[in-house]
């Protein structure tokens, strides 16, 4: 079992940043992928960024550069920084952590809610 505890959100105004954190704890594989997915008001839950233990990147396409993924492997921790926050990324954000690629190796954190002002 993993447990993912987020920290880092939020509010802030249209163009501000914020950086997201959160630590996993539990029995961790040493190959695993870590990252974000978010989920708006009445929309489906979507990808923002996930970063493989080898280093691979996935961006959703709203991202456009203005967000960074990294990951701390000795503190079992994965960053988010967002830059350019604009009110359309207002969302809860949600942690993942998937093990070895498989689906019922998949955890979730509570989440952590995001709010970006006009």
């Known amino acids: 079992q993993v447990q993912l505890v987020e920290s880092g959100g939020g509010s802030v105004q249209a163009g501000g940043s914020l950086r997201l954190s959160c630590a996993a704890s539990?029995?961790?594989?040493?190959?695993?992928?870590m990252g974000w997915y978010r989920q708006a008001p009445g929309k489906q839950r979507e990808l923002v960024a996930t970063i493989h233990s080898s280093g691979t990147l996935t961006f959703g396409k709203f991202v456009k550069g203005r967000f960074t993924i990294s990951r701390n492997d000795a503190k079992d921790t994965v960053y988010l920084q967002m830059n350019s926050l604009e009110p359309e990324d207002t969302a809860i954000y949600y942690c993942y952590e998937n093990q070895g690629g498989r689906v019922a190796n998949t955890y979730w954190g509570q989440g952590t809610q995001v709010t970006v002002s006009s």
């Open positions: 539990g029995i961790i594989y040493s190959i695993n992928t």
